[in-house]
Structure formats: C-alpha cells, structure tokens
C-alpha cells in the first residue's frame, strides 16, 4: 500500500545490521508511479490521498525538498509554481523520474545515504513520505537532522509513516498476503504518535503537529473512485486523527 520509494538508508559504517536486508532494488522501474496513475482501487486512492495531505504543507513558491523520492511522482503532483528538488539512493528510480517528470521546476539527483548534497539552510520544506519504517531509529535521527540542516530557519519537515497505533498492522499482513511485494522486511521500526514526536524533537525541531490521517476512505475506491473521496470528506477529524492508517509528523526548525 505505501509508497515504499526503493530508499533504504542503511550506512555502511554502522554496525546495526537488520536481518534479513530487503533488497530494494528488487522493485520495478517506476513501480509506484504506475499505480498512482492507474487511478484504481485503495492503493492507487492511498497514494492519491496522501499526495494531496502533504501537498497542503507546502506552500505556492517554496523551495521544495523529497527525501526518498522514488519515481519522482509526488514531485510531479505538485503546482508549477513549487521548485522541487527529490532525491534517492537508488538511480533506477532517478533515471525514471529524469525521464518522465524531470521540468524547469523539478530536478531529480542522487544521494548518498542519509547524506543530502546540498548546502544549509537550502530549503523551505523538506518532506519524507513513508520512509523512516524502512530504517532503525538510530539511522531515522541521522536522517532527520540532515533534513534539518538543509531547511532553513523557519522552514518546515513534514514526514508520514504507517501508524502501529492503527489497524495498520492488520492492513499490512493483507499487503504481504496478497500484492507481489512484501513489506514483512522492509519495515524495520514501527512508529506511533509517541515515537515519531520524539524522532522530530531529536532532530533538533519544534514539533508543529503529530496525527493520524488515511482512516477509512481509500479504501473504498475498491467501489468507486469519487465514493473515496466524498468518505474522505465526512470521516469525522477526531477519528481520523487517533485512528488514521498513517501518521503525519510536522516540525519548525527553530
């Protein structure tokens, strides 16, 4: 269901070793953004329904930055007047975005991990899309306060993972049962609203906002497209908020 953005951190200098290691590479080009555009069914609806959450966190004129950008499709949702630069370890993915999405306001690099190439205080928003679950929280702190350096005073990290606190666990055990790619290695810590204010302050930011969202809605684009996002629209905000599949973590850097 979640964007997995073939990104995985691991540093080859640590000495955290999680056993066995999902080889990201296994993904197919462009996996993810072709079921984005199927604009079919609750993965394709999830994808959708999140884009246009974190999307609202970034505001028209901003200097834009994606961390595990896989594809390049959430850069490729955004408006023009946003000047986006995503990265990823994993070049396949960069190639595929270079090609279909790369635009005078979208430039697509590769990084090394957890290493951004960039100089400080570069950015307005920095945003991280179902990526810190892929690696140890020692390494999820790394990455955050990298995000950190390149924003610039005031400017913002916006980060989702899947919410443990949730029927997420369940919805992951269908994932692994029934679609070809697996997530029972890929997900290494399972944050809940606790665990991923602690991972923002420890980046050295103020925590703006830490709640759920993806409750019941993209679910029912299994029905009908249009049905998703009419339930989208009247699921009521405290049960979106405590129960949602996924948690949005928004920080400030001081």
């Not at 290691?21 to 996996?31: E, L, N, V």
């Not at 609806?45 to 994606?66: C, F, N, Q, T």
């Not at 969202?213 to 908020?241: C, H, N």
Request: some cysteine; proline content about 7%.
């Amino acid at each position: 269901m979640p964007d997995m953005t073939a990104f995985y951190l691991m540093d080859t200098n640590s000495t955290i070793s999680p056993a066995p290691a999902y080889d990201y590479d296994s993904i197919p080009q462009g996996y993810y953004d072709s079921v984005y555009h199927r604009r079919k069914g609750a993965q394709s609806k999830w994808h959708h329904m999140e884009y246009v959450r974190v999307g609202r966190e970034i505001p028209a004129g901003s200097a834009h930055l994606d961390v595990g950008c896989g594809p390049g499709t959430f850069a490729s949702s955004l408006p023009a007047t946003i000047r986006s630069t995503s990265m990823d370890i994993a070049l396949p993915q960069i190639e595929y975005a270079r090609k279909f999405y790369a635009a005078p306001n979208r430039v697509f690099e590769t990084m090394e991990p957890a290493k951004i190439p960039c100089p400080d205080e570069t950015f307005d928003v920095v945003t991280s899309l179902e990526l810190v679950e892929h690696i140890t929280e020692d390494e999820g702190q790394r990455l955050l306060k990298e995000c950190a350096r390149v924003l610039k005073k005031g400017g913002r990290l916006v980060v989702t993972t899947p919410n443990y606190s949730s029927a997420w666990p369940l919805l992951e055990w269908v994932v692994n049962s029934v679609t070809p790619v697996t997530y029972k290695y890929q997900h290494i810590t399972k944050y809940k609203k606790p665990t991923l204010h602690k991972l923002l302050e420890e980046a050295g930011l103020e925590v703006v906002d830490v709640a759920g969202f993806q409750f019941s809605a993209p679910f029912y684009a299994m029905l009908s497209w249009k049905l998703a996002d009419w339930v989208g629209a009247i699921e009521p905000a405290f049960v979106t908020r405590n129960l949602g599949n996924l948690l949005i973590g928004i920080a400030r850097k001081p």
